[in-house]
């Protein structure tokens, strides 16, 4: 075992050995219950009921919107993303018409009821859509939803730097975005041929020089470890790239090679993947130098500067977690709109259709086009808090929670105090009467630790070794 540190941030210990022995399968937790608890069941009326019950408490709450765009122009071979790849860009004007429809029944239906403080377009890739196709949708959502000033708002897309010019990136801050996140995965030549991704170095860096000449506040590097053709010198050169780059955020996601459920996947060979040995020790590496660098440890994938506000939001206690991943704001009611997105409006989760068709067919009948969802119960929603703390904060008041909660702690979730007890026995949390803590070993683990208080995955992992028939439900890696 050996200690990573920072001056910024606690100590994190990263031990192979019990790395090894709790790696396992297990939700990310941008939302509890997770997508696969939600049901064909609930569908547009149910939404409707939801907000109304919303709007019959009175007051303003913040808002949020996720704005989802499906195309690509080329497929990347390591991508997990429900996305569309096409050159028609015919196809995008299309797209757009519908979702500027669906984002209209969105603004009159919160109409006086919430004010934007956050934004995020993903993808796919956001910047598919031409420079005057994304200027007439800023327009548009502009139209509909009350925005709060650039100086307090959060706009962010992702950006692919292979679509974009500086002119472009100065257009999209001139559109409204504040904050950029570019995909970038890995700067080893080798490596991105293998998974079908050429974006030379400088292609990045000049798209980055632009965002800050732009006057955009945040920029995001999105980082893969674990794919083909890496190893621990590659791994090295490209932090060394990255770290020299300057960027105030970055993610470090683990691949996933799941090419059962994801068919550009079956592109990479199985030989060019590195053992699990050698991902533990890039993932150590990562965090070693990163740290080193003076980047702040936010959790599970995410690392930022002491000052950006993702780590300013974490010592303040505002850090939360959504579909889009951390985030500086508080819990606040998220309106998605595009194909396949997922809201969050006052104790519901509804996620729209997955396909095109689907989604065209259900916005032509005059409808929302939400497919599935989910209405939290009480039970849900005291997981889902204590969940949100522990990956935000590592960290659980009993005594605030129950406070808030009719329960006992010790009562209601006896059966999880016993499992947190075996991840206590391995150093990976301290309980007490009053706390439950992530030690600095256990922030790698935070989704293992998270997982105990999950009551659906641990039903269906309990009826899956019961019945050998019932396929257990499938997730990525926990490390």
């Known amino acids: 075992m050996h200690t990573i540190a920072s001056a910024a941030e606690p100590t994190i210990e990263f031990d192979p050995e019990i790395i090894g022995k709790m790696s396992q399968s297990g939700p990310r937790y941008t939302s509890y219950p997770t997508a696969d608890r939600f049901s064909a069941d609930f569908g547009y009326g149910n939404f409707l009921e939801a907000l109304a019950s919303l709007k019959l408490r009175g007051g303003r709450r913040a808002l949020s919107l996720y704005v989802h765009v499906p195309f690509c122009d080329t497929v990347c071979y390591y991508c997990a993303c429900n996305k569309i790849v096409t050159k028609d860009r015919s196809k995008a004007a299309t797209y757009l018409s519908y979702l500027k429809q669906e984002i209209e029944m969105q603004g009159k239906l919160f109409a006086g009821l919430n004010r934007v403080e956050q934004l ?33 708002g959060e706009y962010s897309i992702e950006i692919d730097p292979r679509t974009v010019t500086p002119e472009r990136v100065h257009s999209l801050r001139a559109q409204g975005f504040n904050r950029v996140s570019l995909g970038v995965q890995d ?48 791994m ?47 993932l150590a590496e990562c965090i070693g130098r990163l740290t080193a660098a003076g980047y702040v440890y936010i959790g599970m994938d995410h690392f930022a500067k002491p000052t950006d506000d993702l780590a300013v939001a974490q010592q303040q206690g505002r850090l939360h977690r959504n579909f889009q991943g951390y985030s500086t704001h508080a819990e606040m009611d998220l309106v998605a709109c595009g194909v396949s997105a997922i809201s969050s409006v006052n104790a519901t989760y509804s996620q729209n259709e997955k ?29 889902r808090i204590i969940i949100q703390r522990l990956m935000c904060n590592f960290e659980l008041s009993i005594v605030s929670l129950e406070q808030a909660y009719p329960i006992v702690f010790k009562g209601y979730f006896a059966d999880e105090l016993k499992r947190l007890a075996e991840l206590a026995q391995d150093g990976l949390v301290t309980i007490d009467a009053e706390w439950i803590s992530v030690t600095p070993k256990g922030r ?36």
């Open 187 to 234: 700067f080893d030549p080798e490596v991105q041929k293998a998974v079908n991704r050429i974006q030379p170095m400088e292609e990045t860096l000049g798209v980055m020089e632009a965002a800050r000449d732009a006057g955009f506040r945040s920029i995001s590097i999105d980082l893969i470890y674990g794919l083909p053709k890496q190893n621990l010198t590659t």
């Open 444 to 479: 790698l683990l935070i989704r293992n630790i998270c997982m105990v208080f999950d009551r659906y995955l641990n039903a269906a992992r309990a009826e899956a070794a019961r019945s050998p028939e019932v396929q257990p439900l499938r997730y990525s890696k926990t490390i």
């Open 236 to 282: 090295s050169q490209t932090l060394s790239k990255v770290i020299a780059s300057n960027p105030d955020r970055i993610a470090l996601y683990n691949y996933a090679h799941m090419p059962h459920l994801f068919k550009p996947q079956r592109r990479i060979l199985d030989e060019d993947l590195p053992s699990p040995s050698v991902k533990l020790g890039m």
């Open 355 to 383: 396909t095109l068709d689907e989604y065209y067919a259900k916005l032509d009948q005059g409808k929302l086009p939400i497919a599935r969802g989910i209405q939290l119960g009480t039970d849900d929603l005291l997981r």
């Open 120 to 152: 995020h377009f993903g993808g796919g890739t956001p910047t598919y859509f031409s420079d005057k196709q994304m200027g007439e949708l800023m327009a548009h959502l502009h139209r509909q939803f009350e925005f709060a000033p650039d100086s307090e």
